[in-house]
Nanobody, 119 residues
Framework: QVQVAESGGGLVQAGGSLRLSCAASGSIFSINAMGWYRQAPGKQRELVAAITTDGGTNYADSVKGRFTIARDNAKNTVYLQMNSLKPEDTAVYYC?????????????WGQGTQVTVSS
């Protein structure tokens, strides 16, 4: 069994910052890519940022220059530092991880954490 859990969401004013954390635990042999997605009310879930095992990153155009993804491989944890937040960043943020457990590779999702940015 593999569990993924996010933390760090909350309410912040426009222009403020938040840091999200996501930890994977359980029967993990290794973790490939980890990523952050978000889903706003009435919209589809979208990729925010992703990071590979060796630190390669990919960002949505809407967050480039404002958000930074990082990971700690020893702790099976990924972070999302969000600066200069805008009301349009309001969404539920989900973490996922591509986990190898034994011979199988699976994609695991967290439950999500709410981020609300007030204007």
């Amino acid at each position: 069994q593999v569990q993924v859990a996010e933390s760090g969401g909350g309410l912040v004013q426009a222009g403020g910052s938040l840091r999200l954390s996501c930890a994977a635990s359980g029967s993990i042999f290794s973790i490939n890519a980890m990523g952050w997605y978000r889903q706003a009310p009435g919209k589809q879930r979208e990729l925010v940022a992703a990071i590979t095992t060796d630190g390669g990153t990919n960002y949505a155009d809407s967050v480039k220059g404002r958000f930074t993804i990082a990971r700690d491989n020893a702790k099976n944890t990924v972070y999302l530092q969000m600066n200069s937040l805008k009301p349009e960043d309001t969404a539920v943020y989900y973490c996922n991880a591509a986990v190898r457990a034994g011979v199988s590779l699976g994609i695991y999702w967290g439950q999500g954490t709410q981020v609300t940015v007030s204007s």
